[in-house]
């Protein structure tokens, strides 16, 4: 599916017990071999006579001739984070993703996004563990654009350990410094070009809220994050500067066969009241109201996309 498409499209996937029953991947972290697609820029709903379908998402400008940068935006809520801020009329937008192996996701964003919009996409990447490298990050944003209104710090890896004893150092380190040091480096950096007005956003997890049980170290990181984004919103009110998070609930994107089995997959989503894994588009609706002046009065907050699961906040 395509960026810029106006018509509605059908949705067979979308139906609760069919899109399980469709689900199959490449343990890759290539989107473009997850099936069903994850759809980026239209939103689940449904016609006049009750049937499931995916209505076009429509921008009305409300980030026009803002910049963005996005981190983990390759694929995913990422992608379609990016998507629907060009459909907003974002004029400039900044792709963080990690190394080689993402290239083909990184560049098929770029390439749908800046054909069928008029905003720019620039890519880089680069591990965000690391403040040198989130420095290098920066500063390719500044060189390109000139300027920052939004920073979105949505890049994540998870590791699925059933043991709590059988947990790896290295890989706690490792997720650690991608889902809570990652998010602190850049939003350290970036708070040096961020006015009055600028926005930051951050990713969190439903993990944060409920726990889950094979992802100890990742629910934990989840729970910093909420954290971070609550006390970094008390100091940077007076400069006018507003720190939001989204949790979402379960989503399809390449981040889940990267982490299950294909008989796990077949329960995946199914503890939420809708019974479905949203699509990526369903999560970034919530980054658009979050960057957009019709959350002006929103700062320290968590928006729970997660398909009616109810969470103590």
Not at 163 to 190: H, Q, S, W, Y
Not at 267 to 274: A, D, E, I, L, Y
Request: hydrophobic share 40%; aromatic share 8%; charged share 20%.
């Amino acid at each position: 599916m395509t960026i810029g498409f106006d018509q509605d499209l059908p949705a067979d996937v979308y139906e609760y017990n069919e899109i399980r029953k469709n689900m199959d991947w490449e343990k890759s972290g290539v989107a473009s071999l997850l099936k069903p697609p994850p759809v980026s820029q239209h939103l689940p709903s449904f016609d006049a006579k009750g049937n499931p379908c995916f209505k076009a998402y429509r921008g009305s400008g409300k980030l026009q001739g803002k910049f963005a940068l996005i981190t983990g935006a390759d694929s995913g809520i990422g992608r379609s984070i990016a998507t629907l801020y060009a459909l907003e009329g974002i004029a400039g937008i900044t792709i963080v993703y990690r190394d080689e192996q993402e290239d083909a996701d990184a560049m098929y964003t770029k390439n749908t996004i800046e054909a069928q919009s008029d905003c720019k996409i620039h890519l880089i990447a680069r591990d965000i563990g690391y403040e040198d490298t989130c420095k290098e990050i920066l500063q390719s944003h500044l060189d390109t654009f000139g300027k920052l209104d939004i920073l979105v710090n949505n890049a994540a890896e998870q590791h699925k350990v059933t043991r709590v004893e059988d947990l790896d150092c290295n890989t706690v380190e490792r997720t650690f410094r991608t889902n809570v040091f990652g998010p602190i480096f850049m939003t350290k950096l970036a708070c040096n070009h961020l006015v009055a007005g600028g926005v930051i956003i951050n990713t969190a997890s439903i993990a944060a809220y409920r726990g889950m049980d094979v992802l100890v170290d990742y629910s934990a990181t989840k729970g910093a994050v909420v954290s971070f984004t609550r006390a970094l919103s008390q100091q940077l009110a007076p400069r006018r500067i507003r720190v939001n998070a989204v949790a979402p609930g379960p989503v399809w994107t390449p981040l889940i066969p990267n982490t299950f089995t294909r008989e796990e997959i077949q329960n995946f989503g199914s503890f939420p009241p809708f019974k479905r894994p949203a699509q990526p588009c369903e999560i970034a609706a919530s980054f658009v109201f979050l960057a957009s002046d019709d959350s002006s009065f929103m700062t320290g907050q968590v928006v729970h996309p997660n398909g009616g699961t109810v969470v103590n906040t």
